[in-house]
DNA sequence: CGCGGCTTTGATGTTCATCAAGTAAAGTGG
DNA sequence: CCACTTTACTTGATGAACATCAAAGCCGCG
């Protein structure tokens, strides 16, 4: 959609261009430039479905998503909810043509679409790119199994505290923010029913630990969160 | 260990050379055939600590392992068991420099490492095998994911069904086997309480779907079994 | 303004962890 | 090799934690 400096792509100045591509060099990102989309979703949207076939490799430049499964009763998994510069595409990419689970908008979001083909290319010929691509999909997949870990070893309080915690401090970095997602799919994400975390909430209000108005929560008293999710 | 052919080093006719050094040359090959080991460790040794500092980059040979994280408490988390040929260096090996996990063998197991650095060296040089790595990783982590996926939708029945076909499918091939783990390893691994997993397995003993003599388990009717694993 | 989905709360029962007590098995040291 | 210790296994009883069901209020949206 730019176009001010007519000579230079838009993806020289990306800000993500530190992230993974800072080995390339402006040839190879001009490459990249002239094909990759940026493509807006809006909230609540699916970016991709599982089953579908993978031609891209997505990073999520703006916005929040979550991944998740579907069983076939309609009860949803959620395996992460992620904040930019994540990797969106999972590690499935590159070894079976076929996204392993779906993936939708939670806020507006934008996701940088670059053709599979053209970053195998690049690993080919870059071993120093390669090498870079290795270490943040690590991360990524390091990152959804850690957070599964802290899940399913806490009870069902210290489940909510934790994603509370997790709300507050790494995506929104304030005691005040607006839930991105349903009760519903908070019980999904931490494997309870959608009766209880309510019924937490409640209990949190109660206690003058948060404050709830609709989607939007105050985390009133952060260290009783914190005792409630370490000890839970 | 083996120096039959002296010209040619142990790597080069190595079952695993198709695994992920496909691309390498004969040259690479040899390179790291001088300076890797293959460690033997026997049931029940750990072969490194979540927290120690990564040098090597290992995969399994021979055996089977557990992969695990340790509470303050001394409780167990257990991430996966498995066999040949997985990686069982975990993703953090290219990001932090130190083990986030603690492995040890379940049975007595073959380890090869190769030191971390030269890997690095040999993906910045040759990129069919940076990619190879990336999709064998990408495996790697994905089956943690998902095998976790399957466990956390499950009720506590489910959850032994599943361990038990998991073992029996995967692992040994069989419907007889010899339990690598004990009652209270199977607890930590699909996150029940010890008492109940025993509990679990009497139930099924007295319903004729499996037989158990100590250790040792005869699944009797795979299809019940199968059943109460779909349905939980 | 009425419908459907999200939220809330209470009541109920199931599932599961915990505790306790006992047995079997596997090390350990003399 | 045996007495001793420790660890693994097993079962029952109990209560706590949690899911499920049901009913009602709320909110947004057509």
């Known amino acids: 959609m730019e176009s001010s400096d007519k000579n230079k792509c838009a993806c ?5 261009r530190d992230l993974a ?3 390339l060099t402006e040839g190879d990102i001009e490459k990249i430039c002239k094909e990759n989309h940026e493509v807006p979703y809006a909230r609540g949207e699916i970016i991709h479905n599982e089953g579908d076939k993978v031609t891209y490799f997505k990073y999520l430049k703006q916005g929040l998503v979550k991944m998740f499964k579907k069983a076939s009763n309609g009860d949803e998994q959620i395996i992460s909810i992620t904040r930019p510069f994540e990797f969106v595409s999972n590690s499935c990419v590159f070894t079976e043509g076929y996204y392993r689970y779906s993936l939708s908008a939670l806020e507006d979001s934008v996701v940088c679409c670059i053709r599979i083909e053209q970053i195998k290319e690049m690993v080919e010929k870059n071993g120093q790119f390669g ?4 270490t943040l999909l690590s991360q990524t997949s390091e990152k959804i199994i ?3 870990l802290e899940i399913r070893h806490r009870n069902l309080a210290g489940r909510v505290a934790y994603v509370l915690e997790y709300f507050s401090r790494d995506i929104y970095h304030s005691k ?24 937490t909430f409640s209990e949190f209000k109660r206690d003058g630990i948060i404050n709830t108005y609709g989607r939007t929560i105050e985390i009133i008293d952060m260290e009783k969160l914190e005792v409630i999710s370490k000890r839970g």
């Open 12 to 16: 020289l100045s990306c800000d993500l």
């Open 21 to 23: 591509f800072s080995s």
């Open 131 to 134: 090498l870079r691509l290795i």
């Open 146 to 148: 850690a957070q599964d």
């Open 176 to 199: 005040v923010f607006d839930l991105p997602v349903s009760r519903r799919e908070i019980a999904d994400f931490i494997s309870m029913s959608t009766a209880n975390v309510i019924r």
